[in-house]
């Protein structure tokens, strides 16, 4: 199907879409980049299209993520809002980060976070995102100190509540917050060892929660992270 001409069929492109999904999850974003650009030039039906552009991005990602904006970006441009129009914000700010562009994905996840509709996991996931990112720009420092002052009290009891914990400790860490503080904050997103269970270890915030931990000498939790 890669050298077929392209003559618009919708069973074509959903089954490279398909061959895409398959081939990202064996580990192969090469391959998985050359089935969805064919499925583009197809071209697919128009509410195909920002599905097949957000997974193209979160390939590129994985490549390269100069490239993924681009795609992610148009993604997000087409897409009607709902909960993958949010999923989209969150892997464009994320490729927007990674390109030394830290204020324009945390602009965009501010604005998403706004939104009204969102769900109490769905936001604090973004706040977490939003925090995470703020740690790659001191410009973003005044910004992200505010929003981790609302979050302080949260208790660790959900992975998102738990996310948004670790850069809140990690903030405070930083900005000459006395140490009870910071290991309060640092104990409530471990919550117990719940937090094993959310994320891969090699994750930030997680990262910087074992971090955390070594620097003040809790090295127990450190080390199961």
Known sequence: LLL????GDPGT????HEAAR????????GSAVAYLERALVEPPPATERPALLWLLGSAL???????AVGHLRQA???IDD???RVAIA??????LARTGQARAGFDLL???????????EQRLAIEAQLLGISQLSHELGPRARARADALAGLEGRTASERAVLANVAYIRSNDGSPVDDVLRLAWAAYHGGDVLEDVSSDAPPFGWLARLFMNLGEFEPAERI
């Open 90 to 95: 969150s892997s464009l700010a994320e490729a």
């Open 76 to 78: 997000f441009d087409e």
């Open 22 to 29: 398959v081939a990202l999850q064996r580990g192969a974003p």
């Open 82 to 84: 709902g909960p993958d």
């Open 4 to 7: 077929a001409t392209p003559v």
């Open 13 to 16: 492109t959903r089954w490279l």
């Open 61 to 67: 990602s994985l490549l390269d993520s100069v490239g």
């Open 110 to 120: 501010e604005s998403i976070s706004e939104k009204s509709d969102l769900g109490g």
